[in-house]
């Protein structure tokens, strides 16, 4: 069983991510750390305890991080994921409270008391991460396994012509990770974005009435308007549940391990990600990057997921 911490920014995917860790039975989610991202630092801690609270899952801690990028100004993304970060979604406010423990602390605890175990998957900009790696350097080798949603290596970026969101937040941070030394994995647009939930899709779920069916209807009613107004995707591309999924399906995509960077020096390229395939900087690779993926098995995989996870929470 894989022991997984969630970094996120609740925001409408990274909701679908929390939601299929709690419908996967290969792992066990052991908490969620709270960064800036998609909306504020409150509305996203406020967005996760009310995921917990409509998957029945409030045993799970939730630890709130950091509010601002390291050195960039916050940077946050209404039009894609709405005022409250879930769409056209209303979740009843929380009936729990976060855990007192600040969120680098709560990695930082966690990684360090099961050396070798935890499993990190991070769906939002990298600045808890970074931090907690500049806090406490042991949890570097103390992780299990890194996984990270975000850059766009051969594809075209999703906030810049050429960054993508969780990279271009806070690009100091994604430096000082991708540069950590830990055993990485990188989830980018190159694979998320053939990964579209379409209308069909959310119909089938729909056939079970269920507030957890009713609650992805309505996020991503807007996550669509978003995909098709901004780039005519008919659909929406559910990028972070991509990456929990390869903490126990790897098989759903092929992996190239390559030296990445990314751009901090502040020009038009700021956060982009840059695979090197020729090795022209003569660098070992510090990441294995998901480059090819099989977009259907992962959504089938999801939905009856979802359908089971209604299921359960309406009983
Ligand atoms: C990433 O940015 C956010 O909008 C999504 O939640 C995802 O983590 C995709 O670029
Ligand atoms: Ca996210």
New binding site residues.
């Given amino acids: 069983m894989k022991h997984i911490i969630l970094d996120t920014?609740p925001?409408i995917?990274?909701s679908l991510a929390i939601l299929l860790a709690l419908a996967s039975p290969e792992i066990s989610l052991e908490g969620l750390s709270i960064v800036h991202?998609?909306c504020s630092l409150a509305q996203a801690t406020t967005n996760a305890l009310s995921i917990l609270e409509l998957a029945n899952a409030t045993h799970i801690p939730v630890a709130v991080g950091c509010e601002l990028p390291l050195v960039q100004p916050s940077l946050l993304?209404p039009e894609?994921?709405g005022n409250t970060g879930l769409g056209y979604a209303k979740l009843s406010e929380p009936r729990t409270q976060p855990t007192r423990r600040h969120g680098c602390d709560f990695l930082i605890e966690r990684i360090m008391s099961a050396p070798d175990e935890v499993t990190l998957v991070a769906?939002?900009p990298l600045t808890n991460i970074a931090l907690a790696i500049r806090q406490e350097p042991r949890i570097v080798n103390a992780l299990n396994e890194l996984i990270i949603?975000g850059g766009a290596i051969r594809y075209e970026g999703?906030t810049t012509a050429l960054a993508?969101?969780?990279t271009y937040a806070d690009p100091h941070a994604a430096h000082i990770v991708y540069h950590a030394g830990i055993p990485t994995t990188l989830v980018p647009?190159d694979v998320t974005y053939q990964c579209v939930l379409t209308q069909r899709d959310v119909d089938r779920l729909l056939r079970l009435d269920s507030p957890l069916t009713r609650f992805i209807a309505d996020a991503t009613r807007f996550y669509m308007e978003f995909h098709d107004a901004y780039q005519g995707v008919q659909g929406c591309v559910i990028?972070?549940p991509l990456a929990l999924a390869l903490t126990f399906a790897p098989e759903l995509c092929d992996y190239q391990e390559l030296p990445v960077d990314v751009d901090i020096s502040g020009g038009v390229s700021l956060g982009k990600t840059i695979g090197d395939f020729y090795n022209y900087n003569k660098k070992p690779a510090n990441m294995k990057v998901a480059l090819g993926v099989r977009p259907r098995d992962f959504i089938e995989m999801f939905l009856e997921r979802m359908e089971k996870l209604a299921q359960k929470t309406t009983q």
């Fill in positions: 920014d925001g995917d990274d991202g998609n993304a894609t994921h769906i939002g949603m999703n993508e969101f969780n647009l990028n972070d």
